[in-house]
Antibody, heavy 121, light 111 residues
Framework: QLQLQESGPGLVKPSETLSLTCSVSGGSISSSNYYWGWIRQTPGRGLEWIGS???????YYNPSLKSRVTISVDTSRNQFSLKLSSVTAADTAVYYC?????????????WGKGTLVTVSS | QSVLTQPPSVSGAPGQRVTISCTGS?????????IYWYQQLPGTAPKLLIYGNNDRPSGVPDRFSGSKSGTSASLAISGLQAVDEADYYCQSYDTSLSGSVFGGGTKLTVL
């Protein structure tokens, strides 16, 4: 059974960079036809697709976040990562990693449990 | 304000049928893009419930069904059960935003 697990700091200071890693087990991140991505959830803005990456390294980002987001993949470790720069309180959210059938986060059928990241000094 | 509009809440008694609407526009649902529905139980991650408008992943009961017409879509849940109490989200692609978008979510209460 495929499992995804997010890891990273739960507290980030304003203006700094949020960094999270998603570890994939029970399957290979190099599987063709799947994309690995990040989705976040806040009480105010609901669910928001951040971006996705293919095992080859091709990345796709939400245009509203593109200037601050970098998603990378490490196939040797079966992991992919998220970096979000210049964070503000508005970036406080539960961050999920997920496997999708499309590069825009559509049809996400496997999700991690999510990790709360709070942006505060 | 979400690009896809859902009612904040719906409710129904056990055994009843409820529907949850998802209203979009000509840049998403109306443009012909598929609708996906997710169920989120309290304290858990969303779970894919419906894909491609009305297909169910294995393990999802056939009590759940989806439909789409024009710029709107609906999720129907028949034979309502207490375990169905959750938040439900629709998702689609939006051409003007060049990415996938979610509805604001609907909280289903089983009376």
């Amino acid at each position: 059974q495929l499992q995804l697990q997010e890891s990273g700091p739960g507290l980030v200071k304003p203006s700094e960079t949020l960094s999270l890693t998603c570890s994939v087990s029970g399957g290979s991140i190099s599987s063709s036809n799947y994309y690995w991505g990040w989705i976040r959830q806040t009480p105010g803005r609901g669910l928001e697709w951040i971006g996705s990456i293919y095992y080859s390294g091709s990345a796709y980002y939400n245009p509203s976040l593109k200037s601050r987001v970098t998603i990378s993949v490490d196939t040797s470790r079966n992991q992919f990562s998220l970096k979000l720069s210049s964070v503000t309180a508005a970036d406080t959210a539960v961050y999920y990693c997920a496997r999708s059938s499309y590069n825009t986060g559509l049809k996400s059928n496997y999700w991690g449990k999510g990790t709360l990241v709070t942006v505060s000094s | 304000q979400s690009v896809l509009t859902q009612p904040p809440s719906v409710s129904g008694a056990p055994g009843q049928r409820v529907t949850i609407s998802c209203t979009g526009s000509s840049s998403n649902i109306g443009a012909g893009y598929d609708i996906y529905w997710y169920q989120q139980l309290p304290g858990t991650a969303p779970k894919l419930l419906i894909y491609g408008n009305n297909d169910r992943p294995s393990g999802v009961p056939d009590r759940f069904s989806g439909s789409k017409s024009g710029t709107s879509a609906s999720l129907a849940i028949s034979g309502l059960q207490a375990v169905d109490e959750a938040d439900y989200y629709c998702q689609s692609y939006d051409t003007s935003l060049s990415g996938s978008v979610f509805g604001g979510g609907t909280k289903l209460t089983v009376l």
